[in-house]
């Protein structure tokens, strides 16, 4: 298995080129494009979940993968109480004071559950209800720590044995219960290279949970039984290539988590062509991205197993920067090339949250991230496509268009800062005729951008998306204004296998 990089070609003659393959790499699953969510954040939103805007919002980028999870999965208590089948609910936990649940104006970083958080059926049925209405495919961290002794702080190893009596009694619940399914399971979160545990217990932990599943669905149809994907580890090495092979016959897949940037402190990577040409899969320094990849790819891909980014964005640090028009370069290159290397999911953190990580903050306004999110699922289909520039500034991914047989769909990112590309379209499109949809903004920090010059990407003032269509061309000559991103849909070209 060979990792796909992404293309930069020679430099032409006469000036900058485009050059668009006509044989598909991969197919990506039409749900690709998904969302990871922070369970603490989750069980402060009990305003949001009911606010009319979330499920409209949300239902424009389906279908989609959601992976509610993060740390607090690991502590949470499902109360089934309130049908008789557990025991009462814990008294609600201590406010620590450097982490307030209040998610709309607290820091999200720093928070280590002192207690067990509770999770009632009803609030989790209210999370399914939103899922179901957004058509969106939930995929749920089931709580590894449980029982475990670890001290009340994120530094320190944990002792004792996983207690499985609660996920039991849930999963139980939902065999029983098949409206209450969630699409998937995973187990775990960044759990070995903190050494809360060791690989050999995550490996085992996830083996029991397996053998569990099977057990409390015994004699169901195969395609009734939930899959279960794990470790959800943020480090590519030796110990996940065991992980892979310990649970290739047992598990659905691998889940790992990348956030490249790491604490974002270097802002100049969002916007520096060669880092996110070569920074995020293939030197990505935080979770080496390319190492779980290539794994993969020989010990699970030839078993049909799947490989899932259940979390990932810039950075895990900054808040501030990941809610603006700099993340955007990042996130479309990211999305990218991860479509290019056949992942399942690309699972940007957070779906949810404050303004920072949340692709959609808490009082339900999208960010910059959530229109080119929006702007993917309308254009981008699934047939993955190689792409390059000669322009060593501007970088290139392409699909077959969505809905429009023998279409191409380019994804774009100008990342010169006072200049113009300029990239001569190939003669294989059959055709140059196009919709651009060319997004800017007034700054790299800008918290709102624009489509074609013209288009305010905000709600409206009754909390409708604006109308998003594309700008007609048809010159030989692709131009793309300074720092900018999006999309070029080419819904002329007569590629074969885009019909």
């Not at 293309?7 to 050059?19: E, M």
């Not at 692709?478 to 720092?483: D, E, I, Y």
Request: glycine share 8%; charged share 15%; proline share 6%.
């Amino acid at each position: 298995f060979v990792l796909v990089a992404a293309l930069l070609l020679a430099p032409g003659v006469a000036g900058s080129s485009l050059d668009i393959s006509k044989t598909a790499v991969v197919d990506m699953d039409p749900a690709f494009v998904g969302f990871g969510w922070e369970m603490f954040s989750y069980l402060g939103a009990n305003d949001t979940l009911h606010n009319p805007h979330l499920v409209y919002l949300l239902s424009a980028l389906s279908p989609a993968y959601v992976r509610l999870g993060g740390i607090t999965a690991d502590w949470v208590r499902y109360v089934l109480n309130e049908q008789g089948r557990t025991q009462p609910p814990l008294p609600p936990p201590p406010r620590r004071k450097h982490a307030p649940r209040d998610l709309r104006t607290g820091p999200l970083q720093g928070y280590w559950p002192t207690q067990d958080e509770n999770l009632t059926l009803s609030y989790y049925q209210e999370l399914l209800h939103v899922m179901r209405a957004s058509n969106l495919s939930l995929i749920f961290d089931l709580n590894e720590l449980y029982g475990r002794d670890c001290h009340f702080q994120n530094t320190t190893h944990c002792v004792g044995a996983w207690d499985m009596s609660n996920v039991k009694a849930f999963l139980q619940h939902l065999q029983q219960h098949a409206a209450d399914l969630p699409f998937a399971f995973e187990l775990g979160n960044e759990l070995t290279r903190s050494d809360h545990i060791n690989m050999s217990t995550n490996i085992a932990d996830d083996l029991a949970l397996a053998e569990l599943i099977g057990e409390v669905w015994a004699g169901s149809p195969p395609e009734h039984v939930p899959c279960l994907y794990g470790p959800s580890t943020d480090i590519c090495n030796n110990e996940s290539d065991a992980f892979m092979r310990a649970t290739a016959d047992h598990l659905c897949g691998f889940s790992y988590h990348s956030y490249p940037g790491r604490d974002g402190s270097d802002f100049a990577l969002r916007t520096n062509s060669s880092w996110l040409r070569t920074g995020i899969i293939q030197n990505d320094l935080h979770a080496n991205s390319s190492g779980c990849i290539i794994s993969w790819g020989s010990i699970l891909k030839p078993k049909k197993k799947k490989l899932l980014l259940t979390e990932t964005n810039f950075t895990y640090q900054t808040l501030n920067a990941t809610f603006s028009f700099s993340n955007g370069f990042w996130y479309l290159a990211s999305l990218g090339q991860y479509a290019l290397n056949g992942l399942m999911m690309h699972g940007r953190w957070s779906l949810l949250g404050r303004i920072g990580f949340g692709l959609i903050t808490m009082d339900c306004q999208p960010s910059p991230d959530y229109f080119l999110a929006l702007l993917h699922k309308r254009l981008v289909g699934s047939p993955v496509l190689t792409a390059g520039s000669s322009d060593p500034d501007v970088l290139v991914y392409a699909h077959c268009a969505r809905a429009k047989k023998g279409g191409v769909t380019l994804i774009f990112l100008n990342t010169k800062a006072n200049q113009t590309a300029s990239l001569t379209l190939p003669t294989t499109l059959g055709s140059p005729a196009r919709l651009e949809y060319v997004i800017t903004a007034q700054s790299l920090t800008a918290e709102a951008t624009v489509l074609n010059s013209k288009v305010p990407l905000v709600l409206s003032a009754d909390g409708k998306l604006p109308d998003m269509e594309g700008n007609r061309q048809d010159s030989p000559v692709l131009v793309l204004p300074p720092l900018s991103q999006g999309f070029v849909v080419f819904d002329k070209a007569d590629y074969k296998v885009c019909k």
